[in-house]
C-alpha cells in the first residue's frame, strides 16, 4: 500500500505589499499537487504542508516565478549579534529603514509642492514649474517600489493595490505634465485655486502635480507606520523566541564547562547559579532556591524548588545554586512548544478573513473598471478631459484593499503575543469564532477543579488523645509506604514536627500498614488503615470504634472523603480524614464562567457522593459522576446533539478525546501533552480561573477583528461612490486610503493593553 507523508514549512515571503499579494501567492502554491498553502500578509510568511514528493525548492521557485522573493527561514544562531556585541538587523528592519528613507525624501518634496497648489499667494510665477522639478524625485524614486510591483504583476497576468497607486499617482503626472507642456498650465503668471473637491471645465489649464505626489507621500507615510505597528504588534512572539539561555554551564566529570545551548542533550546535568536563566526543562538533582516563573507562566510569585523538583526552560533562578538534571531539550521544551503554537496560531486565518481575502483578490480589476468607466462617463457628460482623468484617477487610489488584507492577521498577531505573555495559548482563529458560541463548560474533577493531591482535611481524635501525637504517630507508620494517601498523611505530619522512629513496618494490602514503636516510654504495634485493619485483632468493645468517632467516619464517607483509622494498643485512637484538595481558585473561577454566561457542569469518573461534596463546595450546580474515561467525549457529543455549544476543561490523557470532540478545548498547562495537543486553548498555569480569562482575550480579538473588517469594508464602500461623482480630491484619496490601514494596525494594537481579571501582568 502506498503511503504519502506530509511536511510542514514556513516560509520568509518578501515583496508582498497588500492582501491581493498573499492571495495570489496562496492561490499558485495551493495549485501544486499535494500542497496545502496559507499565506499571511502580515507575518510575511507562508505556511506550507507539503506531500513527499514536492521540494522546497519548487515551492521557492514557484513563488519567485509569481513575482515575489522566498526564502527557507534558517536556524536562530545561538548569538543573535553582528559581531560586535549589537543584534543584527532584520529584513524587516531593513524594510522599515528603507521605506523611512524614501518617505523622508517624499515629505521634503511634497510639502513645498502641495502648499503652492493649496495657497494661490505662494503661487509666484513660474512656481509650477518648481513644482514639477521638487515631484519628479517623490514620482520616480520615492515611488519606485509602487511602480516596479505594479510592472512585475503586469508580467504575471495579475493586478494588486501598487497597480492603483502606481496607475493612480503616473496618470496624475502624466497629465499635469502634459498640461505644462502642451496646455496652458505652464505659462508663466498662470494660478489656480485649490478645491477639496473637483471643478467641471477644460482642462489643460490646471495640474495635479499636488495630488500626486500627496497620494505617494500618504501612501508611503501609511507603510511606514504599519511596517512599524507590524513589528510592535510581533514583539510578544519575538520576545519568546530570545527568552531561553544561550548556553549552559555544563557538568561533565564534575567539573563545570560552558557550552552553546545547543550541545545540551538528555540526561546531561548542569549547574545554574543565582541571576542565571535555567538552560531547559529539567528536574533538580541537588540545591534549594527560588525560581522565577513570570517569563513562562506569567505567575510573579517566585516558586521554591527543592531535590527533585521539575523546572521549566528560560525561568530565573533567584537565589541558591542548582545542578539540574535535562529532561527535554530543543524543541520538547515547554517554551519551545508555546513558541510554536502561537506561531501556528498567528499563521491562520478566521472565516470572515478569508472572505475579505477572496474579495481584495478580485476587487483591483473591478476597480480599474469602474474608473475606467468614470473617466468614460464624465467625457461623455462633456465635464472635460481633466475632470474626467482626475475622478477616474481618486476612483484607482480610494479603492485600495490593503487595510482588508490586515484586518485579521494584525489583530490575531497582537491577540496570540498578549496571550502567551499571559500563559493563555490560543491555537488559532478558528477557536476563535467558537468562545464567542458556547454556553455550557464541562469541568474535569481531578487535577483541574481539585488539585489531584490528597491532603489531610481534618483529623479526629478519641477522648484524651492528643492531636498533635495522634498526626505524628500515623505519619510515621505510613512514612513505610508510597501509596498517595499515606504520602499525603506522612507530609502533613512531617510539616507540624519531628515524626518518632519505627521499626517492623508491614503492609497489609488493601487494608492498612503497621508499624512498631514507643509511645509514652511503651513498645507498642500501631496499625493504620480500614477499621477492620485496626481491630481485627480484638472483638472486645475497646476495639470498636467509639459513636463519636464512627459518626465523624461517616460523616467523612458521605462527603466523598477518605477516613484512616489510626490505633494502637488494641485501642481505636483517631481518625485521619484525607481527600482530594479543592483547588483555592476553583469557586472563584466557576462563578467567574456564570458571569460570562456559560453554564459549568462537574464530569468526573468519580462516585457521586465525592462529585458533589467538591461541586459543592465550588458552586456547581449539575453534576456527570461516574463516567468512565473513555465515555467522556460521548457526554460531549450528547449535549452538542442537544443543542448545546460545548467547551471541555480538562488535563489528562483520559480527557484528550472529549477535548477535542467539544466545540472548544481548553487543557491546563499541568496536563498531559495528549491533552494539551487535543486543545484549542492551552493555561500554562494551572489556574482554573485563566478559563475565563482566556475566554475574554478571544473573544476581544474576534471583536478587534470584526471591528477591522466593518472599517475596512464600509470605508470602500463609502467612499468609492464619491470618487466616482467627482467630490473627492485624489490627494486626499490618498490620504484616507493610507490612514485606513494605520487605523486597523493600530487598532489591533490596542489588544496589547488586555488585562484579564485573573491573568498576572507578564512580566
Not at 496624475?172 to 471645465?201: C, D, K, N
Not at 457522593?609 to 461516574?626: C, S
Request: with cysteine; net charge negative; hydrophobic share 45%.
Amino acid at each position: 500500500m502506498n503511503t504519502t507523508t506530509t511536511q510542514l514549512v514556513e516560509l520568509d515571503v518578501t515583496g508582498m505589499t497588500c492582501a491581493s499579494c498573499a492571495a495570489r501567492i496562496e492561490k499558485k502554491l495551493n495549485k501544486l499537487d499535494g500542497v496545502e498553502a496559507t499565506v499571511n500578509y502580515a507575518t510575511e510568511k507562508a505556511a506550507v504542508r507539503y506531500a513527499d514528493h514536492v521540494s522546497t525548492d519548487e515551492l521557492v521557485s514557484t513563488i519567485e516565478a509569481t513575482g515575489y522573493g522566498a526564502t527557507v527561514p534558517a536556524p536562530a544562531p545561538t548569538e543573535d549579534t553582528d559581531g560586535d556585541g549589537e543584534p543584527a538587523e532584520t529584513e524587516s528592519d531593513r524594510h522599515v529603514r528603507e521605506l523611512g528613507r524614501r518617505l523622508l525624501v517624499s515629505a521634503v518634496s511634497a510639502v513645498p509642492v502641495i502648499a503652492m497648489a493649496m495657497i494661490p499667494v505662494l503661487q509666484f510665477g513660474g512656481w509650477q514649474w518648481i513644482s514639477l522639478m521638487l515631484a519628479w524625485p517623490v514620482l520616480t524614486w520615492a515611488a519606485w517600489p509602487f511602480h516596479r510591483a505594479a510592472w512585475l504583476n503586469l508580467r504575471h497576468g495579475s493586478t494588486t493595490m501598487d497597480t492603483l497607486i502606481s496607475l493612480g499617482a503616473g496618470t496624475a503626472f502624466v497629465w499635469s505634465l502634459y498640461a505644462l507642456i502642451f496646455g496652458t498650465a505652464g505659462q508663466i503668471g498662470m494660478r489656480h485655486p485649490f478645491e477639496f473637491t473637483l471643478s467641471r471645465g477644460d482642462q489643460l489649464g490646471n495640474i495635479y502635480l499636488e495630488a500626486a505626489v500627496g497620494i505617494v507621500t500618504f501612501i508611503l507615510a501609511g507603510r511606514y507606520i504599519e511596517a512599524r505597528s507590524k513589528r510592535s504588534a510581533g514583539a510578544a512572539l519575538r520576545a519568546l523566541l530570545e527568552l531561553g539561555a544561550k548556553d549552559v554551564a555544563l557538568l561533565r566529570d564534575g567539573r563545570e564547562q560552558r557550552v552553546p545551548i545547543n550541545e545540551l542533550t538528555v540526561g546531561d546535568q548542569f549547574v545554574v547559579r543565582p541571576g542565571e536563566k535555567i538552560a531547559t526543562d529539567g528536574v533538580v538533582v541537588s540545591g534549594h532556591s527560588a525560581v522565577d516563573n513570570s517569563t513562562v507562566t506569567g505567575e510573579s510569585v517566585p516558586i521554591e524548588v527543592t531535590e527533585g523538583d521539575e523546572v521549566v526552560g528560560a525561568t530565573l533562578n533567584t537565589s541558591g545554586r542548582l545542578v539540574v538534571r535535562a529532561v527535554r531539550v530543543g524543541a520538547d521544551t515547554q517554551l519551545a512548544q508555546i513558541t510554536r503554537l502561537v506561531t501556528e496560531a498567528q499563521q491562520g486565518k478566521a472565516q470572515a478573513q478569508r472572505l475579505a481575502d477572496r474579495i481584495s483578490g478580485i476587487f483591483v480589476p473591478i476597480v480599474i473598471a469602474l474608473a475606467v468607466a468614470t473617466a468614460g462617463f464624465w467625457l461623455g457628460t462633456g465635464s472635460g478631459a481633466s475632470f474626467a482623468v482626475t475622478s477616474a484617477v481618486a476612483v484607482l487610489i480610494i479603492a485600495c484593499p490593503c487595510a482588508l488584507g490586515l484586518a485579521t492577521p494584525v489583530a490575531l498577531m497582537v491577540g496570540t503575543g498578549r496571550g502567551a505573555q499571559l500563559g493563555i495559548v490560543i491555537s488559532g482563529p478558528e477557536m476563535l469564532e467558537q468562545t464567542r458560541t458556547i454556553n455550557t463548560v464541562l469541568l474535569d474533577k481531578t487535577g483541574t477543579v481539585t488539585t489531584g493531591r490528597m491532603g489531610v482535611v481534618s483529623v479526629q481524635t478519641a477522648q484524651g488523645v492528643d492531636h498533635d501525637q495522634l498526626l505524628a504517630v500515623a505519619g510515621a507508620v505510613e512514612s513505610g509506604s508510597e501509596h498517595p494517601i499515606a504520602r499525603a498523611i506522612t507530609e502533613h505530619a512531617a510539616a507540624r514536627g519531628e515524626l518518632p522512629a519505627t521499626d517492623g513496618f508491614t503492609n497489609s494490602a488493601g487494608l492498612g500498614v503497621s508499624a512498631t514503636m514507643l509511645i509514652n516510654g511503651d513498645r507498642v504495634e500501631v496499625r493504620v488503615g480500614r477499621p477492620e485493619h485496626v481491630s481485627s485483632d480484638d472483638t472486645s468493645s475497646n476495639g470498636a470504634l467509639p459513636d463519636d468517632l464512627s459518626a465523624a467516619l461517616n460523616e467523612a464517607r458521605g462527603r466523598g472523603e477518605t477516613p484512616i483509622v489510626v490505633g494502637w494498643d488494641n485501642v481505636v485512637r483517631g481518625i485521619v480524614v484525607v481527600a482530594d484538595q479543592v483547588k483555592e481558585s476553583a469557586a472563584d473561577a466557576v462563578a467567574d464562567l456564570k458571569s460570562l454566561g456559560l453554564h459549568p457542569v462537574l464530569l468526573t469518573g468519580d462516585h457521586e457522593t465525592a462529585a458533589r461534596t467538591v461541586a459543592a463546595a465550588v458552586g456547581i450546580d449539575e453534576v456527570i459522576a461516574g463516567v468512565l474515561p473513555a465515555d467522556k467525549a460521548a457526554v460531549v457529543r450528547e449535549r452538542q446533539a442537544a443543542g448545546e455549544r460545548v467547551a471541555m476543561v480538562g488535563d489528562g490523557v483520559n480527557d484528550a478525546a472529549a477535548l477535542a470532540s467539544a466545540d472548544l478545548g481548553v487543557a491546563m498547562g499541568s496536563g498531559t501533552d495528549a491533552a494539551i495537543g487535543a486543545s484549542d486553548l492551552t493555561l500554562v498555569r494551572s489556574d482554573l480561573r485563566q478559563v475565563g480569562d482566556g475566554i475574554r482575550l478571544a473573544r476581544a480579538t474576534l471583536r478587534t477583528i470584526k471591528v477591522n473588517l466593518f472599517w475596512a469594508f464600509a470605508y470602500n464602500v463609502a467612499a468609492l461612490p464619491l470618487a466616482m461623482a467627482g467630490l473627492l480630491n485624489p490627494m486626499f484619496a490618498g490620504a484616507a486610503m493610507a490612514f485606513s490601514s494605520v487605523f486597523v494596525v493600530l487598532n489591533s494594537l490596542r489588544l496589547r493593553r488586555f488585562r484579564g481579571r485573573h491573568s498576572p501582568t507578564a512580566a
